[in-house]
């Protein structure tokens, strides 16, 4: 066990580590800082004297050395457009994007895993088909294209809710829906196709000539075995907790991670987004890691293979 | 006497493709009777639709009972009362039959815990007993397993474990020795010998190998494409197989010692249930079949010897002779 995840976490730093030198590489090859921070007509020595205060003149694997050494000893940079701690400025944003993202994960959750069960076990009837139109739909429509729809059904034409901009519970309530929609409609038709899966093997018949409730069939012996499939998918929108806000953050003027990371690439303001996309890759792999674990757990044929 | 389980004109189709095309049987107290036949003919099919463990897509009619109580139609929580507390079915491959990712004596004690109200370490006691008594050795050690640390032979042996935890009266096992190795086959047909001796309960063993079902069965029934063609005691059945179908099965069965003549197969192979003559469903394939087999379809009659047969030109008595001699010394 201890090897186990001795080994996956070996395998989640060379992961981090290489989202970080990616950012770092694409970053530096894909613009200029200077000339966006500074415009388009100052002159040469200002640039100079700006990419030499910020370390900007050295060789690229130079930066990178020095970059590498500075995030082990806890540093992660300074704004350059804001002149603080980048580390700051991101920590700063995390409530307003969790203050989103949870409540979603959650709607995904409680209405996705159900319908999509029960979908299953009621296959063929109509309100199977009606899950499988609704999930495909969900998914289907990006979430930009539903967000704008929500603003013009709910904020334009009805005036019921605010299309933009952080203040009472209301004005979370249409980037959270909007945020959930594919999720749910990914959780439904998963669970649905593992749960029809499971219910057609040898076991639940056996479960049943046992003499079992029906309902004691289904929840004793039939999720505990649709789990496995279902956990990979909770385990990507639990990683992607931080990391799912970008679209939906602009387009409701939400002042979250997201958003931060859209206009710190448009500043090309390094440390901030080196620092988000770093926070990102570590929030994946840790939830990663923990679906790992969890594997285990849910189905014993998997630990043997697990501590190897 | 009154009959344990009694089925009559049980009808099953899928997507309105008849299997099953009314199925009468008798199950007597205590009585061992034998299922044969081809895969596809109906022998599983006949007790899931009796115990209502098809899927819903399937089409059910006709009757069954217990002890007089009709259990086709009835809601859900009758037919889970019988299930397992007076029918316990278990299955051909018993390594998948058993829950993955639940333990082994959970599995069991659930059943002790349904069926007879037992709780705690009671019901763990109860449990274990069960694992002993059908030969799984240690089984203290060995009850918080889960099935895939276990053998398939041993599988199977947990896998009656908890048939028996509701103390039945009927025992369906379907198939119970296919997915073994020779010798576990063997085991695990004393075991269901030395069981049904020390419980008394009814056993209906469906199979296609007339040697286990011989060994184990007082009576069979022959299954051919979803109808019984032959039903008569082991004895009779053994001693003369009237019909062409069962004299086919018995010449398909190799010898252990002897000559080694060449097999006789049954040319052809099960029909198509959706294909179906209006004859009999066997006269493609009969070496007796006269052209009116094509379009009549013989019933199922019972005859001076009380067995049942279905079939225009049966195999003399005559002609048996070669085959019991066969038999004895194959089997």
């Known amino acids: 066990m201890i090897r186990f995840v001795s080994i996956r976490l070996l395998r989640a730093l060379v992961t981090i580590l290489a989202v970080v030198t990616f950012a770092f590489v694409v970053l530096r090859i894909s613009g200029d800082p200077a000339q966006v921070m500074l415009g388009p007509d100052v002159p040469q020595d ?12 050295q060789p690229l694997w130079i930066q990178y050395l020095a970059y590498i050494h500075s995030i082990f000893t806890g540093d992660l940079g300074i704004s350059m457009r804001d002149k603080e701690s980048a580390l700051q400025l991101v920590l700063e944003r995390i409530p307003a994007t969790l203050q989103l993202t949870i409540p979603a994960l959650l709607l995904k959750l409680i209405i996705g895993i159900p319908a999509g069960v029960y979908a299953a076990l009621h296959r063929q ?41 952080q203040g009472t519970w209301m004005h979370s309530l249409l980037p959270t829906i909007t945020m959930s929609i594919g999720g749910i409609g990914l959780l439904a038709r998963f669970s649905r196709s593992a749960m029809i ?19 004691d069939v289904v929840w004793q012996h039939a999720l505990p075995n649709a789990a496995v499939p279902i956990v990979t998918i909770v385990g990507f929108m639990v990683g992607a907790l931080l990391a799912g806000a970008v679209v939906v953050e602009s387009i409701f003027s939400w002042p979250g991670i997201g958003r931060l990371l859209v206009v710190s690439v448009a500043n090309r303001d390094l440390a901030v987004v080196q620092c988000i996309l770093l926070l990102i890759a570590a929030t994946m792999v840790v939830s990663n890691l923990i679906v790992d674990l969890l594997y285990g757990w849910l189905d014993p044929r998997l630990r043997g293979q697990a501590a190897h | 006497m009154s009959h344990l389980v009694e089925i009559r004109d049980l009808k099953v189709a899928f997507d309105s493709v008849q299997v099953l095309h009314g199925i009468d049987l008798n199950v007597g107290r205590g009585e061992a009777i034998g299922l044969v036949g081809e895969s ?21 009619s006709g009757s069954v009972r217990i002890e007089g109580r009709e259990l086709r139609g009835v809601h859900r929580s009758a037919l889970e009362s ?13 390594s998948s039959a058993l829950n993955p990712v639940l333990r082994v ?25 069960l694992m002993d008594m059908v030969g799984i050795p240690d089984a203290r050690r060995r009850f918080d397993l889960y099935p895939h640390e276990f053998s398939g032979g041993q599988c199977q042996r947990l896998m009656i474990a908890i048939a028996l935890a509701g103390e039945p009266d009927l025992l369906i096992a379907d198939e119970p020795t296919t997915a073994l190795d020779a010798t576990i086959q063997a085991q695990m047909l004393d075991l269901l010998i030395q069981l049904r001796t020390e419980t008394g309960m009814a056993t209906v063993f469906i199979s296609h190998d007339l040697g286990a079902v011989s060994q184990v069965c007082e009576r069979v029934c022959v299954m051919y494409a979803g109808r019984i063609v032959e039903q008569a005691s082991i004895a009779q059945l053994f001693a003369n197989p009237r019909h062409p179908y069962t004299r086919g099965l018995f010449d398909a069965i190799p010898r252990l010692d002897g000559p080694r003549d060449r097999l006789i197969p049954i040319p052809g192979t099960v029909p198509d249930p959706r294909y179906l003559a209006a004859g009999c469903a066997f006269a493609p ?47």
Request: glycine letters at 12%; hydrophobic letters at 45%; a positive charge.
């Open chain 1, 46 to 57: 200002a640039v100079d004297a700006f990419r030499e205060a910020w370390g900007l003149d």
């Open chain 1, 125 to 165: 009837s109509g309100i199977d088909r009606g899950v499988i139109m609704l999930s495909i739909l969900g998914f289907t429509i990006p979430s930009f294209v539903m967000g704008l729809l929500l603003v013009l059904i709910f904020s334009v034409t009805l005036g019921l809710l605010p299309s933009g901009g």
């Open chain 1, 197 to 215: 899966e499971v219910m057609g093997q040898p076991y639940i018949r056996t479960a049943s000539a046992k003499g079992l409730r029906w309902s």
């Open chain 2, 40 to 60: 596809g003919c109906g022998k599983s099919v006949t007790w899931l639709a009796a115990l209502g463990l098809l899927p819903g897509k399937a089409a059910v």
């Open chain 2, 82 to 94: 019988v299930r397992g507390g007076r029918i316990a079915m278990i299955f051909q491959d018993p």
């Open chain 2, 105 to 129: 004596g959970r599995q069991i004690t659930e059943a002790v815990s349904l069926h007879r109200g037992l709780r705690g370490e009671t019901a763990r006691a109860e449990a274990l007993r």
């Open chain 2, 285 to 331: 394939r009969c070496p007796n079949a006269a052209a009116y087999c094509d379009f009549q379809r013989p019933a199922l009659d019972t005859l001076a010897d009380g067995r049942h047969l279905a079939c225009f030109n049966p195999v003399p008595p005559a002609n048996s002779l070669p085959v019991r001699r066969k038999i004895l010394e194959g089997v």
